[in-house]
């Protein structure tokens, strides 16, 4: 069920930067409402409007905006100002300003550049918090609180630090513990004490794993707390509308699961590199972010920003081609998303974002072709709407998990050069999305029961207790994929002795003895042994990391062609109570993932909604109690023939016929 | 006419390094006399022996050695030594110190290493100036002072954060003008009082693109305030000769136009890296910044260092092959230079530059390749002595403007990866060069009216008026080819509103609508119409940005042949008034400029001096009131056949024949 | 004669890791007798388990596991602890941690982050030193002391400042030498004072070349001084064992010659990156490691560390092969080691180095392909234990100069994208190999008479009294080989004047006139004359710098071919007195080294072991009083026939036949 019973279609809208031209304001409106828009976001980075001087607030303009927004049916998404603090804030309470790694405070400048520690900025925070909470947090146009924006950084100020020690004193009570977690005495590195403790420098402690992973933890912890006193803030004003962060693509720099408590709904900036790779490719790794998003809270979710035209900011800006923008709003919607929004409605006269795309670019009319796309999607969203609120099933998930992912490209181990876990987390969600299936993308952390199948790649950390949630559900029926690299460590990035992957040698019936690292450009490969259970007559190239097993009970299904470790297993299946474990030992081409994952989804009878989809080609659906909505989305640049059983389902969306247009998106349904 | 009615020859001469080895000077004007030397620049980098300590000073050894020069008939351009200060004046005076974005102050070391704001710097430089002018400024074989040497770099110190405030406070009035021209809004960055504004920083500010716009101007303002301050300091000392300050190569730090009411003669240091890249290639990017380095002034400039031999900081240190020493230094002439200048003429024994080519090397002995093609120089410079002084006049233009440049490429916009504006500049300069035309390359704020063609591309930035003056020269019958990525910002960076080329649509009966970034290795074609004023049957490639304009009044002449934009003019015409505007939409390669070069200097009549040139063939001209000096060049490394209309011309340097020479010279008079 | 009779196979141990537990302790010493091993390294990086706290000491572990390893005949080396201080000691006085050349301090982390100079950390570690003497210094399971570990490093704080002051002092006595000495005319870096003189930094002084070479002196007679202080501390304790360091591979930071009155054994870290290139080739690179740290004493060396399997700090951690790790350690001896030591016994659970490689890994067990192949290694080093403590004699020598390369490369001259130094010793050094001759890698203050040849390429720089003791060595029969950019600079980096290669113009019969710097992918050649003494068919390519040299009484015996300078001499000889001097003007490919190593081998009558070696072949010498034995290993991926003369000596280890397996070792025995 929506939040908002409506898609919303809108985006950044920023008013204050136009106060001196009241006719730019005036057709503003007008051109939204031209547009289909029916929401803005307000106020992201306003707070030197705001509040022109230390508790000088004017709140005047925006009270007008929002006024005039109301009449003319627009939402607003309000936004705390806390993403960017002006400069008398700045000069006033120095320690807002964030200090570097290298213990050097910044000077004001740019964005993220404060201290999630700082009580005077916390303090300011809450100020400015409470009045707009007061002010708007009730107005009927006013649908959402957007909580500053794009959170992310680090601050290593003497107050982070002392919050840190603290933070340190909580989780492992004595200074004992710390160092046999740390492992301190590798090169002497042992603290008498917590105030002993300093933060990850890049002039001082930096290959103390246990450290720098914990600073990792302490850094989402301190911006998740940052986060709640901005919410209790706007409760204290008197607005209980729903609270929202917007995430970012691939962000390393904070663990998002541990905001789930705090947010209401899941949102993410999309900004992918179009037209920079092949669109079909760039397609499905958006699509996976837009499941990662969605698998967080695993209910519908936001795309609180979105480019119209081309952006700014990358190596080079290509404008998007006829269709696109309208193909991924809908690929959006597609993978669970309630909203398609942009950033942003008026693009700025100046300084770092001012070729940015916007809705209404510098020319300043609504004769361009962007204008013109945008209304088309405000259109269809209108079209499809009942589908808005509806839910994803997926019955395969993939763990993909930050908390291992920083842990293991910390280590120091067999490829420092590169050990392409995304990439790999990558190659097994298209080998599952070719097969039209929903997938959720998980941490270690959630529930892993609901699943037919779940791959779990290169699990370098596990977390504890993890290898008895996994142990259980494959004795319970479930079909667990692991592959090289997996239970090498624990929470503290200890190594687990006695023999890997940890606590789960007998559930996949070997020992992981060795792991080769291969520089780029070798490789080896993959051969059917005569007697297993999967039989393929190809052979997978694989690269980058072969893992060495010693099977116990495991059956090889394929062995390695070269090297002195020919003939060793390099994909195994064991049977394990009532289920099965599969365990791969190397890096291979998609190839492999794409038979292996369609050999598993037939043997373990996971429903598909269609079979032979063809390449390029996306599939996804969404549900209500009673039905079931398909989509569609042809990302080629050639229009594809598809043989959709279209007598099962009525069309919703775009044309009913078998030759679906590059770009073209067919939104079907049917009954439950 | 020439400043000194004889070409010089000679270069920077380092005699404080050779102070006890009094045989060395001896043997140094023997040798300067043999090689035809009758200038030496003296004093560069003399301060710490001509002022050992804080106010003794030492001019003795320095009066020798220029009354030794004096009675050797060898002149005298006298160095201010304020371009590497002495270490007891950096202990003494620590402000003297620059500090870097970064707010670190550095410590003594290198060369440009002071603050030009520090008033204890320039009273120390005031100081030794007056007496340097005082004691030589009258001596009669003292010709010209070089102010200090290769001005370059800034500094972020607490006083010249005080000196830009003062600077923005004079621009902007009021800080509501500032917060408008530099669009402040944009995340919050709003500034309050003058006080509170940083120069941009690594640390701080970095993304304000009017700041950073502004920042750069104050550098260059301030710069020629020092030198100002140091030619006032000479004039107290009561000498009066010419003042010149010697530029560097594609500097991008400082915009030399601004010193041309500071300095008398324009100069520059050319070090281009032969052999690096084929010879013809170099010598064509040499001679554009020789005709830049003239064309700040437009009159005749000194050519004040080059290298006799290999440099020593290049990545490889090419010998110069036999004959390019002699044609590089002729080649300077040809473009108007009135001196061929050495650095330097005794090559030092330590530090680093001790591998620097020199006249006399560490050898010590005049039998050296060098020391000959050096000593041919100086009478082949004697022989064509009647050319010294004589003017270069241009009919064509290319605007190559630096405040634009900066401003460009701090935006973040279409193509951050590379704009490659001087390429696009050189690409036409070589169009018009292969016709033998000399070719003047200004800045956006001098007059064009005298120019039959003016050619403006990728004018990112339109100076206030600027439009104004464009339109008024097509009115008037001028002919103005602009390029994409023109017109779309102001002074300060802020985009013009309702279409662009700012100011022009009408002009070119055109409007930009979007601009395509291509990435490396991405391409498009112009195709040619079938109903254009220019036919060509060639399909010209292009690449990098590709502007999408809808058209009014002009007509397309090429149109594009991919992507969905194919059909959409890429060159286009337009009568307008008496003249007429060409407009180009993408990077094109340098065979559409060859031939739209040719193409239009024939449309429009512009003269000529030969035609047919062959490939690689540079050719110049100098005039008096009543002559015409004609250069050709071979830079091949061939010799090339080439028909000389020789009845019309004297030869008053090099072989009268059709066949030239690779690296031969030959030198043409007529009558005008 | 070796110091301990028996070949030394072991490797550092960190029991301090696992204090808290105790059965892992025990397995230890089980594992390492049932692997052959009988030695331990202890105590590196055990400083705060020693010392938790300032003076509160704790060795009582430490005397329970020497006593345990007493008992089963393990030998001990132990460690001082100064290459990594406590937090604690850190945290209470600043001044130990380590200054950056931008003057920032460093925070406590990392291994190498103290000053050397630091009066309190000379104290702190003379103390604890004391005390480890009294405890254990006579011990007799303790057999040497390892000092530190892997010096490296420099510090720039005050206190080193002020001792490189009077470093400069005690050299220069006025500061009227120093300016001279370092030309500090150029740019006017004059000092009038000592006082006045900064350590080189990125932030102030950086080009001035004669302070930079100072500094680098200075840095290495700084860690001498702390070498010795830490000694003396030993030797206050009451123990006279032997003191080893431990160096490193190619390490530029240190002058290791210069420790050659302080220790008593070299050593060194050997970690080839096996697998990463060609496994002959890794070899060889190898070999001259060994033989150059064997070459700093001219006696037997120790293998103080290497990795029994991957390490885990390279790019990519390719597993040995198997017998590779037998095969190198094999390598080892054959070049002079009297041992096979690892890093490490017990692999660390956490932290930056958890999976570099060990003899026990985290699994613990020995049923592992590494723990086989070490106990291996142990019964191999018993069945030769014969040759332990014989000698390696060499009749050719190879300059390969830290000095001279440092000046080389701060140089800014013909090539700063690279001189290629040490890959030209490389070549010659290969050249002498394939011959099968030990090769004695020297530095240019070492004695040359012993040698039939002596190779001298590139030697930049030439110390006092060098070209005397060449030229007296040539003089007596000696025959000597030096090439191109050799004789430039004396000690302090000034260029000799005059003509270069310096004093040596007439041994040679030439004069270099200028060297031509080619780019990547330039390329000359060498041909032969008609009348020369050697004439090869051959045509040979050359790079990177060609030498104009100007002859006198030297013979061409090969020319350019291309460029302004073919037919100019590319490689010369001459006779001088009693012996020969050959001059090779370019940096030629291997080939040329091959052929003209063989060429004046077999001319001057060198003494080969065998003729006709096959590629990738190693052979070594070592020798007692009455035997020779013979190492012969194959390094190449496949078997090789080589065709020994078995009737001349016994087989004292591997197969006696005529087919040498890849990665095979054999050794013969003859007598003398």
């Given at each position: 069920?929506?939040?908002?019973n409506?898609?919303?279609?809108?985006?950044?809208?920023?008013?204050?930067?136009?106060?001196?031209?009241?006719?730019?304001?005036?057709?503003?409106?007008?051109?939204?409402?031209?547009?289909?828009?029916?929401?803005v976001?307000?106020?992201?980075?306003?707070?030197?409007?705001?509040?022109?001087e230390?508790?000088?607030?004017?709140?005047?303009?925006?009270?007008?905006?929002?006024?005039?927004?109301?009449?003319?049916?627009?939402?607003?998404?309000?936004?705390?100002?806390?993403?960017?603090?002006?400069?008398?804030?700045?000069?006033?309470?120095?320690?807002?300003?964030?200090?570097?790694?290298?213990?050097?405070?910044?000077?004001?400048?740019g964005?993220?550049?404060?201290?999630?520690?700082?009580?005077?900025?916390?303090?300011?925070?809450?100020?400015?918090?409470?009045?707009?909470s007061?002010?708007?947090?009730?107005?009927?146009?006013?649908?959402a609180?957007?909580?500053?924006?794009?959170?992310?950084?680090?601050?290593?100020?003497?107050?982070?630090q002392?919050?840190?020690?603290?933070?340190?004193?909580?989780?492992?009570?004595?200074?004992?513990?710390?160092?046999?977690?740390?492992?301190?005495?590798?090169?002497?590195?042992?603290?008498?004490?917590?105030s002993?403790?300093?933060?990850?420098?890049?002039?001082?402690?930096?290959?103390?794993?246990?450290?720098?992973?914990?600073?990792?933890?302490?850094?989402?912890?301190?911006?998740?707390?940052?986060?709640?006193?901005?919410?209790e803030?706007?409760?204290?004003?008197?607005?209980?509308?729903?609270?929202?962060?917007?995430?970012?693509?691939?962000?390393?720099g904070?663990n998002?699961?541990?905001?789930?408590?705090?947010?209401?709904?899941?949102?993410?900036?999309?900004?992918p590199?179009?037209?920079?790779?092949?669109?079909?490719?760039?397609?499905?790794?958006?699509?996976?972010?837009?499941?990662f998003?969605?698998?967080?809270?695993?209910?519908?979710?936001?795309?609180?920003?979105?480019?119209?035209?081309?952006?700014?900011?990358?190596?080079?800006?290509?404008?998007?081609?006829?269709?696109?923008?309208?193909?991924?709003?809908?690929?959006?919607?597609?993978?669970?998303?309630?909203?398609?929004?942009?950033?942003?409605?008026r693009?700025?006269?100046?300084?770092?974002?001012?070729?940015?795309?916007?809705?209404?670019?510098?020319?300043?009319?609504?004769?361009?072709?962007?204008?013109?796309?945008v209304?088309?999607?405000?259109?269809?969203?209108?079209?499809?709407?009942e589908?808005c609120?509806?839910?994803?099933v997926?019955?395969?998930?993939?763990?993909?998990?930050?908390?291992?992912?920083?842990?293991?490209?910390?280590?120091?181990?067999?490829?420092?050069?590169?050990l392409?876990?995304?990439?790999?987390?990558?190659?097994?969600?298209?080998?599952?999305r070719?097969?039209?299936?929903?997938?959720?993308?998980?941490?270690?952390?959630?529930?892993?029961?609901?699943?037919?199948?779940?791959?779990?790649?290169?699990?370098?950390?596990?977390?504890?207790?993890?290898?008895?949630?996994?142990?259980?559900?494959?004795?319970?029926?479930?079909?667990?994929?692991?592959?090289y690299?997996?239970?090498?460590v624990?929470?503290?990035?200890?190594?687990?002795?006695?023999?890997t992957?940890?606590?789960?040698m007998?559930?996949?019936?070997?020992?992981?003895?060795?792991?080769?690292?291969?520089?780029?450009?070798?490789?080896?490969?993959?051969?059917?042994?005569?007697?297993?259970?999967?039989?393929?007559?190809?052979?997978?190239?694989?690269?980058?990391?072969?893992?060495?097993?010693?099977?116990?009970?495991?059956?090889?299904?394929?062995?390695?062609?070269?090297?002195?470790?020919?003939?060793?297993p390099?994909?195994?299946?064991?049977?394990?109570?009532?289920?099965?474990?599969?365990?791969?030992?190397?890096?291979?081409?998609?190839?492999?993932?794409?038979?292996?994952?369609?050999?598993?989804?037939?043997?373990?009878?996971?429903?598909?909604e269609?079979?032979?989809?063809?390449?390029?080609?996306?599939?996804?659906?969404?549900?209500?109690?009673?039905?079931?909505?398909?989509?569609?989305?042809?990302?080629?640049?050639?229009?594809?023939?598809?043989?959709?059983p279209?007598?099962?389902?009525?069309?919703?969306?775009?044309?009913?016929?078998?030759?679906?247009?590059?770009?073209?998106?067919?939104?079907?349904?049917?009954?439950?």
């Amino acid at each position: 069920m929506s939040t908002y019973n409506t898609f919303l279609h809108g985006g950044d809208y920023n008013p204050e930067q136009w106060l001196h031209s009241p006719e730019i304001l005036e057709k503003d409106i007008e051109y939204m409402k031209m547009a289909n828009i029916n929401e803005v976001t307000l106020g992201v980075f306003a707070w030197s409007v705001l509040e022109p001087e230390d508790e000088v607030y004017n709140f005047d303009w925006m009270e007008q905006i929002i006024n005039r927004l109301h009449e003319n049916n627009i939402k607003v998404m309000l936004a705390t100002p806390s993403a960017a603090r002006p400069k008398w804030l700045a000069d006033k309470y120095e320690e807002v300003l964030r200090v570097e790694s290298n213990r050097q405070r910044n000077l004001f400048g740019g964005r993220h550049n404060h201290c999630y520690t700082s009580p005077q900025y916390r303090r300011k925070v809450r100020d400015i918090n409470v009045r707009l909470s007061k002010k708007f947090g009730n107005h009927p146009a006013v649908i959402a609180w957007h909580i500053s924006n794009e959170l992310s950084g680090e601050c290593h100020c003497p107050l982070c630090q002392e919050a840190f020690r603290n933070w340190l004193k909580d989780k492992y009570k004595t200074i004992d513990a710390l160092n046999e977690a740390w492992a301190t005495t590798f090169w002497s590195h042992v603290y008498n004490d917590f105030s002993q403790v300093e933060s990850p420098s890049t002039i001082g402690e930096s290959g103390l794993h246990g450290l720098n992973l914990d600073w990792k933890r302490f850094v989402t912890d301190q911006t998740v707390d940052f986060v709640k006193a901005e919410k209790e803030a706007i409760l204290e004003g008197g607005s209980n509308l729903p609270m929202i962060i917007n995430m970012m693509y691939d962000y390393g720099g904070l663990n998002y699961f541990k905001f789930k408590d705090v947010v209401d709904i899941a949102s993410w900036d999309s900004y992918p590199r179009w037209h920079k790779e092949d669109v079909a490719e760039i397609a499905v790794d958006t699509a996976m972010q837009h499941d990662f998003i969605r698998s967080l809270f695993k209910k519908p979710f936001l795309l609180m920003e979105s480019c119209p035209s081309a952006t700014n900011w990358q190596s080079v800006s290509k404008l998007k081609r006829p269709g696109l923008l309208l193909a991924s709003s809908l690929q959006a919607v597609a993978h669970g998303s309630d909203s398609v929004q942009y950033f942003q409605i008026r693009q700025s006269r100046g300084s770092s974002e001012k070729f940015h795309g916007a809705v209404i670019d510098h020319y300043g009319k609504p004769d361009t072709r962007v204008f013109k796309e945008v209304t088309e999607i405000g259109s269809s969203l209108q079209q499809i709407e009942e589908i808005c609120g509806s839910n994803t099933v997926s019955k395969v998930a993939i763990i993909f998990d930050l908390e291992s992912r920083w842990a293991m490209e910390d280590a120091q181990g067999p490829r420092n050069k590169g050990l392409y876990y995304r990439e790999t987390v990558m190659k097994i969600y298209k080998g599952l999305r070719k097969l039209g299936l929903n997938v959720d993308v998980i941490n270690s952390e959630q529930s892993i029961n609901e699943y037919d199948i779940v791959y779990v790649p290169m699990l370098y950390m596990f977390r504890d207790g993890f290898e008895q949630k996994a142990r259980s559900y494959v004795e319970q029926g479930g079909n667990l994929v692991l592959s090289y690299w997996s239970g090498i460590v624990n929470e503290t990035d200890l190594c687990y002795l006695g023999g890997t992957p940890y606590g789960l040698m007998d559930v996949f019936g070997l020992r992981s003895t060795e792991i080769d690292g291969l520089d780029d450009g070798e490789y080896n490969h993959g051969v059917s042994t005569e007697n297993t259970i999967w039989n393929p007559s190809k052979i997978y190239t694989c690269e980058h990391l072969c893992d060495l097993v010693h099977i116990t009970t495991a059956t090889p299904i394929l062995v390695y062609n070269e090297d002195f470790y020919k003939g060793y297993p390099v994909l195994t299946a064991n049977s394990f109570g009532k289920g099965n474990a599969y365990y791969i030992c190397a890096d291979f081409e998609q190839e492999f993932y794409d038979d292996f994952c369609e050999y598993l989804v037939k043997k373990h009878n996971v429903p598909v909604e269609f079979s032979n989809i063809p390449k390029g080609i996306q599939v996804n659906t969404r549900e209500t109690e009673d039905d079931v909505y398909v989509f569609i989305q042809n990302f080629n640049k050639e229009a594809v023939e598809m043989n959709l059983p279209l007598d099962n389902y009525s069309v919703l969306y775009g044309e009913k016929n078998q030759r679906i247009g590059s770009l073209e998106t067919i939104v079907l349904k049917r009954k439950k």
